[in-house]
């Protein structure tokens, strides 16, 4: 079984749509994770859910808007999307919000803006 | 927020080589994290040092942990094809609470030619 999923593993859009990304965990975590890699590769935070609870939000439009349903899911939701937007996208998570725990990260969604 | 500085930025070398990987920061780490991507894939824990001078080995990889806590490195010894891959020090600040926000460093970009 897959520990941190996402679907879809690719998509591509055209700008000013709007579109979803879906991630879910069945390792029993409460915390889970959205980051963004640019085209250089780095890696960069965009949020932090801790049981259901927003708890990082770094310096991202307010175009994108995180959502978690329950503990094991957490879903990014992107609104007019950009051509600054393309980039790889993973979702992770981890036992909880406390420091040296281990993330855990899905296979990611590369998203293409045309 | 810590800034990690992670060198080199690219490294190719032939299988057997020996190799070295860094990761510097003016500001001390509580603890630090080496991951490993390979394509197509999210990243991977390899290791996490939390003890300044600490050394930990996984196989042919060998994690020092600075003695200030301000810098890692990562070697791995006779380079093996299938160690191909994108490494990332990650690191959370030292003190206050940690919501579990990762920085990563800017990546290596290992290739290994049989």
């Known amino acids: 079984d897959t520990a941190v999923s996402q679907t879809p593993k690719y998509l591509v859009t055209q700008m000013g749509n709007d579109k979803s990304i879906k991630c879910e965990q069945n390792l029993g975590h409460d915390t889970m994770y959205w980051y963004k890699q640019d085209s250089k590769k780095f890696l960069k935070i965009m949020f932090s859910?801790?049981?259901?609870?927003?708890?990082i939000n770094e310096t991202v439009p307010n175009r994108f808007s995180p959502k978690s349903p329950d503990k094991a899911h957490l879903n990014l939701h992107i609104n007019s999307l950009e051509l600054g937007d393309s980039a790889v996208y993973f979702c992770?998570?981890?036992?909880?919000?406390?420091?040296?725990?281990?993330?855990?990260f899905g296979p990611g969604t590369r998203l293409l803006v045309l | 927020t810590q800034l990690l500085e992670q060198s080199p930025q690219f490294l190719s070398i032939q299988e057997g080589e020996n190799l070295t990987v860094y990761c510097n920061s003016s500001?001390?780490?509580?603890?630090l994290q080496w991951y490993r991507q390979e394509p197509g894939e999210g990243p991977v824990l390899l290791v996490t040092?939390?003890?300044?001078?600490e050394v930990k080995k996984l196989k042919r990889l060998t994690f020092q942990f600075g003695d200030a806590r301000k810098d890692s490195s990562l070697h791995i010894t006779a380079a093996q094809p299938g160690d191909t891959g994108l490494y990332l020090c990650?690191?959370?600040?030292?003190?206050?609470?940690?919501?579990?926000?990762?920085?990563f460093g800017q990546g290596t970009i290992l290739t290994v030619h049989p």
């Open positions: 990650a690191s959370q600040n030292a003190g206050g609470t940690s919501y579990g926000k990762l920085t």
């Open positions: 040092v939390v003890t300044g001078g």
């Open positions: 992770a998570s981890s036992q909880d919000i406390l420091a040296q725990e281990t993330q855990y």
């Open positions: 500001s001390v780490f509580s603890s």
């Open positions: 859910y801790n049981n259901k609870e927003l708890i």
